[in-house]
């Protein structure tokens, strides 16, 4: 690979999984999750989200803070080609609203679903329920 050229996320993923697969990827409130761990966690998320209709090229609202939460919802997206729109969280009911409304998510992604509109016309998940098993 040239300077110029960018490797898929996922072949970088695979390339450290067969290198380095316990060394720490994310930290958050002092727990370490490695890139294994990020990789399976991703793995679930991406199962649900694609038996939501969640392919390549579909837009899904992320309304999440940063955290590990973020990363495996967006790797989970990033490797079913999806598109991810992130929506700050910090944000008013109706600044969400519009931003919804403009990107069309197919779903949203949240640890607080009460802060929506109830009229979305999209799935609404949480990262808890993109874990459990179907």
Known sequence: MTDSEFAPMAELFTDILATEPELPALVQDGQATTFAQWWSASSLTA?????SGVGPGTVVGLLLPSGQEFATAYLALARLGAVACGINPRLGPSEVAHIIRRAEPVVVI????ERLPADLPCFVRTPVDLRSPS
Do not use: H, K, M
């Open 47 to 51: 199962s649900a989200l694609a038996e």
């Open 110 to 113: 949240t640890d607080t679903p």
